[in-house]
């Protein structure tokens, strides 16, 4: 079945690091892809997504693209902030049904 | 590792039904639970989140009186559709927020799909 593999954390970087949190995904069809980020003590909102291949998520400076030929959907961001500590999910979403991925915590530290 | 664990899979009933969905924490406590409503390649949508012992609070949109709720333990939430209709057919995900061993994190159920004829 569907599945998403995502890169184990927890990452810690500095200020102004950057960022790349691997996602790999295994799905039968043309699924669409998602990161979602949760904050300390929120629930989960979307951050960016992609529905089709080559296309590039993007949002508060985060970036991924659905990449068909690796199967993959990483995050990047190329200058975090400590704001940006969270617990960030890959996500897939086919004809069927959505899977997760066990999600990476990120601490940025000033 | 945790697991969150959601039954029925998927349950097919009659409209006008009433169908209660459960969701379970199994091997943490889950101060928090969420529930989520998902359709074909689109992103989740919050529904409600519940608080062990408490009322759900639930997103703008969504009738309490319709999804109704219950968080009675800390391993248990379920989620009632009541008088379900064609267009409450979705895909419905929980997930559960707790301490493990690792600190506070979050598990997401496995979905349950409901189809109403």
């Known amino acids: 079945g569907d599945s998403v593999t995502q890169m184990e954390g927890p990452v810690t970087l500095s200020e102004e690091a950057f960022l790349t949190i691997n996602c790999t995904y295994t799905?039968?069809?043309?699924?669409?892809l998602f990161w979602y980020v949760q904050y300390p003590g929120e629930g989960l909102q979307l951050l960016l997504k992609?529905?089709?291949?080559?296309d590039k998520g993007s949002n508060k400076g985060f970036e991924a693209t659905y990449r068909k030929e690796t199967t993959s959907f990483h995050l990047e961001k190329g200058s975090v902030q400590v704001s940006d500590s969270a617990v960030y999910f890959c996500?897939?979403?086919?004809?069927?049904?959505?899977?997760f991925g066990a999600g990476t915590r990120l601490t940025v530290k000033p | 590792g945790a697991v969150v664990s959601q039954h029925p899979s998927w349950v097919i009933c009659k409209s006008g039904t009433s169908v209660k969905i459960e969701c379970r924490s199994l091997?943490?406590?889950?101060?928090?639970m969420f529930w989520y409503r998902q359709f074909p390649k689109q992103s989740l949508m919050l529904m409600a989140t519940?608080?062990?012992?408490?009322?759900?609070?639930?997103e703008q949109g969504v009738e309490k009186d319709k999804f109704l709720i219950n968080h009675a333990s800390l391993t248990l939430s379920t989620l009632t559709v009541t008088s379900a209709h064609p267009e409450d057919s979705s895909f419905y995900i929980c997930?559960?927020?707790?301490?493990?061993?690792?600190?506070?994190?979050?598990?997401f159920g496995p979905g349950t799909r409901l189809l109403v004829l």
């Open positions: 091997d943490f406590q889950a101060t928090t």
């Open positions: 997930s559960a927020r707790g301490r493990t061993g690792g600190g506070e994190t979050q598990y």
């Open positions: 992609a529905t089709k291949a080559d």
């Open positions: 519940s608080n062990e012992g408490s009322k759900a609070t639930y």
């Open positions: 996500a897939l979403s086919g004809d069927n049904d959505m899977r």
């Open positions: 799905a039968t069809g043309y699924p669409s």
